[in-house]
Structures are given as C-alpha cells and as structure tokens.
C-alpha cells in the first residue's frame, strides 16, 4: 500500500480561499503574453481574440449555473457583485419603494452595504435566524411591504455551511412581485444551481472559492420574466450591458470559465467524497467531549463543518497548531476582529462557546490521509488548551 507523505501546514480553510487548480492556470497563461488584447478592441485579431475567449467564459458559467450566457456580468468579484446588485436594484427601483429585506447572519458585503443604504434613506429589515441557522419563510413573508423591492439571502453561510431555503424564499417573492438575490460564492459549483427553473433574479459568484484567481467574480442578471434593471455603479463606456464599466479582465474571466466547466464536470463525484470526508472529521472530533456542531447539520454544504469546543478558545487552538493545520475561527473578511462571530451569536451561542470555535472547509485536495491527521492534531491542541485552563484556574482558585 502506498503510504502519502503529509504536506504541512495541511489547508483547510478552503471557504476563505482556495488554491488555483493547474488546468485553470494553465488556461489563463497565453492571455497574459500571447493573446493579450483588450475585449472591447473589435479593429484587430488581439482584441478578436480576447473577445471570443470572454464569450466563451460567460458560456461556461452560464452552463454550470443553467443561464443564459447574456445573462453574466463580469465584476471584480463577490464583493462587487453584492454592491452593485444591491445598490443598482435600489437605484433602479426607487420609484416603487426602498425596503430591502436581508438576514442578520449575511456576509459583511451585504450587510455594510445595507448600511449604507440606510443612511441614504433606505429602510432595510434584518430576519434573525433560528438556531439551526436557517430563517423561516413565513417571518420573511409577513415583513415584505408594498415598498418593498428587494430580499437578499445568501444562498449558503460562510461559517456554517448552512444552507438557506432560497428556492421557496424565491417562490415568495415571485408572488408580491419582489426581487430577489443571492449571494451563492459559497454554493456555486459545489452544489447544483439552474437558473432557468429557480426563481432567482440575481446571483453573485466568485472564482477564487472554487479553484480559480482571485479578482474576478460574475453577477447573473435575470433578463427575463422578470427583466431585471441595475443601475451602473461605476461609469465609463458602458461595459457588460452597461451595469459595469471597465477594461475586462481577460485572464482572470478565462479563468473562471475554466474553474466554473471543471466544477461542473467533477460536481457529482466531488460532492459524495467530501461529504464523507467531512463526516469522518465530524465523527473524530466530537468524541473530544463538549463539542458541538454549529447550525444545521442536514441543511449545508457537504465540505463545512463549523465546531465549538467548550473550554477551549479558538484562538489559543489555532496557535496550538499552527505549523500543522491551516483553519479559521469564523469568515476571512473579519478574521481581525476579537469579538466572536456575529454569525454563530445569532444561532444562540454565547460569547464563550463562539470564542471556542473552529471552520473547517475541506476542499478538492483535501485527503483522507489529512483528514486523519487532523482529526489527531485538534484532539491533541483541544486537550492540551483545556489542561492548561484547568491548571490556570486551579491557581486563580486556590492561589497555589
């Protein structure tokens, strides 16, 4: 039997970021030293060039999603996407009302930017989750108004994995005529999505969290039944339908074409074996002993689990094996902040249990071989951590 040899520190925050696959690589190359036109040159073969490798891009993401490929507006990633498609729906809408309807528990690009529509008029209602994270559809019925125009619900956590009932979110807001949009840069490739039969209006992805560059995302804009408006949110000759000005990033958007046909082809298979893989981390490391898993454990994504163990703060874990393991206490976007998640506050845990908290995302080089070890070496840093607790305790305690 061939014996793996382990590669440290073994990865496995693949939510924050994940490494880019070769073939993906591989794709982008020519476009940075070969064929390096501009996509908007239409006078010569450089800029031809360019053009067709884009369209062949939004056909790629197109098919992996179930759009059309008119349909896929280039931005610079999720980030961008949540911006314009909150902000161009806002802008567009303003005429019927300026309600926005979202979730306490959405990425801080949603919610910072519905803060900031706040202080320009807008009022917006955050939906409190229930403890297994997902939000009921009948509290987010009965909050839509007549001014209402838009709902946004992430189609699955980036701590948690769970996964958000965003088909039936979609059914709602079909019937009182509401947009909606998702941010899925969690769920695209990783779980099936066909746009041409759920009733979503607008979808932001990214390439980085699916095995391509980082800097380059898409937005999916509905064009019909409903044809969805965004304002521009960034001016200067009329780009990508004219929702987003700005030179084409050629080789990141190859890129993510390319990421977004692997994901499609290798979907299935890779769905079963990191559900396995993630189940026999589970497994391993709640027979630590007071330990839990975070939010729902049927409704997530197959490649996240999210785990507090009681007694031992996250970080003090983290440093405990830090040369060995690559995970996180919560989302990369808020990775410097000391207090606990707002997310794993908002399923009911308090500050102590979400201090002591740790993501693990597998990913597709995660191994079994890995798994094993991991399994090992956060048993070790959870005992270690809660030895010396004790110890520290027993001192304050007696004083001896």
């Not at 239409?42 to 349909?71: C, M, N, P, Y």
């Not at 990783?190 to 980082?214: C, E, F, V």
């Not at 979400?354 to 990913?363: K, Q, V, Y």
Request: net charge neutral; with cysteine.
């Amino acid at each position: 039997m061939t014996r793996t040899i382990l590669k440290f520190p073994i990865y496995l925050d693949n939510n924050a970021t994940t490494c880019c696959d070769e073939r993906v690589l591989d794709a982008m190359v020519p476009f940075f030293s070969v064929h390096y036109g501009n996509a908007a040159s239409r006078t010569h073969l450089f800029g031809w060039q360019a053009e067709e490798a884009v369209e062949l891009a939004r056909e790629q993401i197109a098919a992996l999603i179930g759009a059309d490929s008119k349909e896929i507006i280039f931005t610079s990633g999720a980030t961008e996407g949540d911006n314009l498609a909150i902000k161009g729906v806002c802008e567009s809408y303003a005429s019927k009302g300026n309600h926005i309807i979202t979730v306490s528990t959405e990425h801080k690009a949603v919610l910072d930017t519905c803060k900031h529509l706040e202080k320009k008029g807008a009022r917006v209602t955050y939906l409190p989750v229930q403890t297994d994270g997902t939000i009921s559809p009948e509290k987010l019925e009965a909050a839509i108004t007549p001014d209402t125009v838009l709902i946004v619900v992430m189609y699955a956590n980036n701590e948690t994995g769970v996964v958000q009932p965003v088909n039936q979110i979609g059914r709602i807001a079909r019937r009182h005529q509401v947009l909606l949009f998702t941010d899925a840069a969690q769920a695209c490739g990783k779980t099936p999505i066909n746009l041409a039969n759920d009733p979503i209006d607008i979808l932001a992805l990214s390439a980085h969290k699916i095995y391509g560059p980082k800097g380059v995302g898409a937005l999916y804009v509905r064009r019909r039944d409903p044809r969805v408006r965004l304002a521009s949110q960034m001016d200067g000759g009329g780009h990508e339908r004219g929702m987003r000005s700005g030179t084409l990033n050629v080789p990141g958007i190859v890129g993510l074409g390319k990421a977004c046909e692997i994901c499609r082809q290798d979907m299935q298979t890779e769905s079963k074996r990191l559900a396995a893989l993630r189940d026999k981390l589970e497994t391993g490391l709640l027979s630590v002993g007071d330990s839990m898993v975070n939010g729902s454990r049927e409704k997530r994504m197959q490649h996240v689990t999210n785990i507090s163990f009681a007694g031992a703060d996250a970080g003090a874990l983290m440093t405990a094996c830090h040369q060995t393991l690559a995970v996180s206490s919560g989302s990369a976007c808020t990775s410097a902040s000391i207090e606990p998640s707002y997310v794993l506050k908002a399923l009911g845990l308090d500050d102590s249990l979400a201090h002591s908290s740790l993501r693990f995302a597998l990913g597709r080089f995660t191994t079994e071989e890995e798994i094993d070890f991991a399994i090992i070496e956060i048993k070790r840093a959870v005992e270690a951590v809660r030895g010396a607790n004790a110890i520290i305790n027993r001192i304050k305690s007696t004083g001896v």
